[in-house]
């Protein structure tokens, strides 16, 4: 516990900035679905980037921990408080710099909401393309720090893909600038480098987006199935037939059952799984590819078809899918959701034994997953009430995760390893690849004061706490992946 | 000087891997088109991973400089050898090791030749995409250090968005896994701080290589226009119209003369500037887009058009300005090839400051460039027997790159700083960057010996010599971009 108090910061900054009072530490003490709490030792909440700039800086001078945050949606621990630290939220750092729809680019401030970029680059026929199932709330911020995907990120990549550049305060109180506004950049990609580092390296400013044309038009298919690796091998054939559809899912039973109780997305009755597969670009184009989808499903063993006919049934669809997390946590009194990725052709073979560990641990899992890149997202279902089911939830999480490593694969696809699978970074990298992250670390961040305790294993951790959905969750107000 | 002998590093090898005579020396002097010799210490040829490693804990060990190099063909003065280190040859190590159809992925070591990739995966309906001019020669190594791009990263990207994983021995002797074998990989973007690395952190010694589908079918278009600018612009109402064309490029009077002369491209005659536009895809999508980019053609100025009937026009078409850079050596005893990045909506205003630049200095400049991303190629003519010209031609050269930054640019788009630029890389970041990638940098190598004098001003450098022809150029075995 550092002795060093959170006065000699207010005095830098405006009045009102500084929040040390418990009900302020109770309002940032979780973030997403994981089941850690924790009190912050203060809340600072800047409101221009050079108070920013002073915070950070203070921070570094006197050895003060901090945690970065925008809305707290991260699924991984990522942007839990320290005891001893402050948290930095960045919500008021929410302007739109420039929009620059000639050259297809946004410069925006961290704290800017996901779908915030959308809306005000549609004017121009233009949009954000990474897509979290938070995208209505979760900020820019946080989709850098976790390098977020989303269900269309299997056609447009990541985060990391739509970052041109940044401007960014290392957590040693640096203003540097990492890329540049084109794709083409010098030397190495700095800019991927601080993309998905977790808040470990510091604060990005002004982060440029690149845009994408939206498309001119979607045709979205909901397809049943009665098995699990039927659903799954139809995810092959459609790749292999060379279509690159936006995005393609899977739920399987539960997942439905959940979504369907949820937000009645009218998913096919008796499926064991079902497959959401969407086309996306000029009309022409899609007309062609709708045919070339049709005949590929045909030689499925689909039972059940359903084309999205307009904006509302396509709606309807995404619906179920994006409930699903919230969803299934009416199913159970308290879950877990993971996050790994297996070589895509190997899924139906990870599915199978998924479910072979859920049964020997005596505990259900409702599988979600990005079925086009591999990105599994197993839901474990328990009940915190009775002793030890905790425990062998994360017993069970951490089996799916070795599984993925075992399979050439990786133990998170899109919600970062944070505080849930920092134990397991070890089990993936070597000894020398390990101490090589922490030199980079280090670059930025030599005492090591920036989201600590996050990714690397061996710092202080918040408690692990019983389990409950965020506030906002119980709301309805966000769903996410 | 080191006062270090290479014998203490041939004893650790097996017989026949260290030279260090003067013939020897001189193979290695040059790299592509700069103007810069360098005779190294000597120049070593491992077989084997394991004698790459040896090697590189050799030079860790009692701080011998060594460059790195595959074929050589780096435009920047990337691969040059120092005076007192030595160069590491990769060309034996040159096996691919794993082709991956199911997962679309290729494990090759570093002196692999680009086009090889593409040819082995042929078998299987895949490809490498990254398609620089000197594919037929450069090493799969070397389009990682410098993050190589070609015509075709318009649509496609550069190396880096091509390359998934890697195995490493950094530059302080450390065998490290950067990535996977997926996209989505844990934390930031190690492999992507990788490449575009210029050899400054050390050697790949696996790399795992993501394949493309090839394409179906190509459309390919030649359309001469009075005025450079007029091609310009048919460049933005391309990409405006939302065509998002596999490659676009222009070529001015001089380049297309010089080109016509090396290879009898048929270019249309009295052209100020040809534009060259190539569809790839699916049959049904290519008749669709088709007719589509003919409509946007039409609406230029455009006073001719040919569109490659088969394969041999399609190659034709290509011929000429894959030759350009070697093809205008012929108009001029020397030549500097540059290489900056505009904003592509600034590419005219580049051009004609260009123009301007190049009378005032009354040194000739041919413009070839990838219009789609605001790459410019502008090559340098002089005659290095006439005192000074040399001097004004890098001064010119300087000038360019002056603008490029000027108008929110880059120094490099593909060929990377090296020698040759990098004075500039302070021009285009300021301190407190600069001094996190020299951070970087000590992460892997803490004892600068890794290509020294690269990148970064300051270093010592190989003297600039008088400029001529790398030997497989004059040979026309190369024709590099």
Request: charged share 20%; with cysteine.
């Amino acid at each position: 516990m550092t002795s060093v108090d959170l006065e000699g910061l207010a005095r830098r900054l405006p009045a009102g900035r500084v929040h040390e009072d418990p009900a302020w530490q109770a309002v940032f003490e979780s973030d997403g679905l994981t089941a850690f709490r924790q009190h912050p030792r203060g809340v600072v909440i800047p409101q221009s980037q050079q108070e920013v700039i002073d915070i950070v800086r203070w921070c570094h001078e006197v050895g003060m921990p901090f945690v970065a945050r925008g809305s707290g949606t991260s699924l991984s621990g990522g942007s839990l408080p320290v005891a001893d630290g402050i948290v930095i939220s960045l919500n008021r750092m929410r302007r739109i710099l420039q929009m620059d729809p000639d050259n297809r680019t946004a410069v925006v401030e961290p704290g800017v909401v996901n779908l915030e970029v959308s809306r005000q680059a549609a004017a121009h026929g233009l949009y954000f393309a990474p897509d979290p199932s938070s995208q209505k709330i979760c900020t820019i911020g946080g989709n850098i720090a976790f390098n977020s995907g989303g269900a269309h990120c299997l056609k447009y990549g990541m985060t990391s893909n739509h970052v041109l550049g940044m401007k960014v305060v290392t957590a040693s109180g640096e203003l540097v600038t990492l890329g540049g506004p084109s794709v083409e950049s010098v030397g190495p990609d700095y800019t991927g480098l601080f993309v998905g580092s977790e808040g470990l390296f510091g604060i990005a400013l002004e982060i440029t987006l690149r845009l994408l044309p939206k498309p001119e038009c979607f045709h979205t298919v909901l397809v049943g199935y009665r098995s699990l690796r039927a659903a799954g091998e139809a995810v092959s054939a459609v790749i292999d037939s060379g279509l690159l559809p936006g995005a393609m899912e899977i739920m399987e039973a539960l997942a439905i059952q959940a979504a369907e109780a949820a937000v009645d997305c009218g998913y096919p009755e008796g499926a064991a799984a079902v497959l959401i597969v969407e086309l996306e670009g000029p009309a022409e184009r899609i007309e062609s590819e709708r045919r070339q989808l049709e005949a590929v499903i045909e030689q499925t063993d689909a039972f059940a078809s359903v084309v999205a006919a307009d904006e509302v049934q396509r709606a309807a669809i995404w619906a179920g899918r994006k409930s699903a997390f919230s969803a299934v946590g009416k199913l159970s009194p308290d879950f877990l959701v993971q996050d790994g990725v297996v070589p895509r052709k190997r899924l139906g073979e990870a599915l199978e034994r998924i479910e072979a560990f859920g049964k020997e641990s005596g505990l259900r899992v409702a599988n979600v997953f990005h079925a086009g890149d591999g990105n599994l997202h197993p839901l474990i279902l328990f009940d915190d009430s009775k002793p030890g089911e905790l425990e062998r939830a994360e017993a069970l999480a951490g089996r799916i995760l070795r599984l993925c490593i075992e399979m050439g694969g990786s133990i998170t696809g899109e919600h970062g390893v944070g505080m849930e699978k920092r134990a397991y970074l070890p089990e993936m990298y070597d000894e020398p690849t390990m101490g090589l992250m922490h030199r980079l670390r280090a670059a930025f961040d030599p005492k090591q004061i920036s989201n600590p305790g996050k990714m690397f294993p061996g710092a202080e951790a918040p408690a692990l706490q019983s389990h409950g959905l965020h506030p906002l969750e119980k709301a309805g107000v966000i769903f996410r992946e």
